[in-house]
Antibody, heavy 117, light 110 residues
Framework: QVQLVQSGAEVKKPGASVKVSCKVS????????MHWVRQAPGKGLEWMGGFDLEDGETIYAQKFQGRVIMTEDTSTDTAYMELSSLRSEDTAVYYC??????????WGQGTLVTVSS | QTVVTQEPSFSVSPGGTVTLTCGLS?????????PSWYQQTPGQAPRSLMSNTDTRSSGVPDRFSGSILGNKAALTISGAQAEDDSDYYCVLYLGGGMWVFGGGTKLTVL
């Protein structure tokens, strides 16, 4: 059974960085691409970036380029998303999601990141 | 910048049929965008409903169906039930590893 388990909620000050983890079980990270999606309070889903199997590189949404880094530790089957220079608008639930064949089949439970002074 | 459009809200009576759509601010949605659909209830992670236009995900009831209608992707619920009262999101694959979500549709069943 595939599971994606994310790290716990975080509270950060403006300007700080946050690193969210996503540990997979039931498969290995090398088998699928991992993506990150966020959802601000009361708002819709927003794709932040993910690994592109076709090109073998991580692709970031233009909005987050220069501020986000997505990495993977295949030895522990854990994916990470680090977002820097946090501002209040980054307050959101952050989800990891594994990619099936051109869709997101499994999702983590979400990690609430609150940015507040 | 590519914008994916969805109806902000929709209402359907129990047992009724409703079609939610997923379009592009400029251009037409085709199967080449691999449209997929997700259901989300408050406080929960999204759940995959439909992939590659019309392939139901595991465990999804057959009252859910996907298609291309005109220049949009569509999710049809035939015989809506109370538990279908949720938010629905589509996402399109733009190529080059890029994806974009629609703004979501809040479906009310009453």
């Amino acid at each position: 059974q595939v599971q994606l388990v994310q790290s716990g909620a975080e509270v950060k000050k403006p300007g700080a960085s946050v690193k969210v983890s996503c540990k997979v079980s039931g498969y290995t990270l090398t088998e699928f691409s991992m993506h990150w999606v966020r959802q601000a309070p009361g708002k819709g889903l927003e794709w932040m970036g993910g690994f592109d199997l076709e090109d073998g590189e991580t692709i970031y949404a233009q909005k987050f380029q220069g501020r986000v880094i997505m990495t993977e530790d295949t030895s522990t089957d854990t994916a990470y998303m680090e977002l820097s220079s946090l501002r209040s608008e980054d307050t959101a639930v952050y989800y990891c999601a594994s990619e099936g064949v051109y869709y997101f089949d499994y999702w983590g439970q979400g990690t609430l990141v609150t940015v507040s002074s | 910048q590519t914008v994916v459009t969805q109806e902000p809200s929709f209402s359907v009576s129990p047992g009724g049929t409703v079609t939610l759509t997923c379009g592009l601010s400029s251009g037409s949605v085709s199967t080449n965008y691999y449209p997929s659909w997700y259901q989300q209830t408050p406080g929960q992670a999204p759940r995959s409903l439909m992939s590659n236009t019309d392939t139901r995900s595991s465990g999804v009831p057959d009252r859910f169906s996907g298609s291309i209608l005109g220049n949009k992707a569509a999710l049809t619920i035939s015989g809506a039930q109370a538990e279908d009262d949720s938010d629905y999101y589509c996402v399109l694959y733009l190529g080059g590893g890029m994806w974009v979500f629609g703004g979501g549709t809040k479906l009310t069943v009453l």
